[in-house]
């Protein structure tokens, strides 16, 4: 069993940063891949980032490439998502997701296991 908890999420002008972390508790978080996903108000919940168990290997929406950058600490459980450059077409709620014995990267949402509950990014254009 893993919970997460999102934190960073804010109002933010465009072309600004944020850096949101998810920070989980259970046991064994180095043998989850972990992953961000977000979803806009009326939209499907989107992939947008995800790492390895290791953080070796990362994998990036085309839409955010470039622009946000995904890391984790396996000594703090944590996974955070660099946000840069933010536009108004990034505005969203932001969901931390974590793939048990997945020792790949992760894309599809249907093979998380635990959701965090989300965190807003309102970027204002």
């Known amino acids: 069993q893993v919970q997460l908890v999102e934190s960073g999420g804010g109002l933010v002008q465009a072309g600004g940063s944020l850096k949101l972390s998810c920070a989980a508790s259970g046991r064994s978080f180095r043998n989850y891949a972990m992953g961000w996903f977000r979803q806009a108000p009326g939209k499907e919940r989107d992939f947008v980032a995800a790492?390895?168990?290791?953080?070796?290997?990362?994998y990036y929406a085309d839409s955010v490439k470039g622009r946000f950058t995904i890391s984790r600490d396996n000594a703090k459980n944590t996974v955070d998502l660099q946000m840069n450059s933010l536009k108004a077409e990034d505005t969203a709620v932001y969901y931390c997701a974590a793939a048990g014995s997945r020792w790949r990267l992760v894309v599809e949402a249907y093979e998380y296991d635990y959701w965090g509950q989300g965190t807003q990014v309102t970027v204002s254009s």
């Open positions: 790492i390895t168990w290791s953080g070796g290997s990362t």
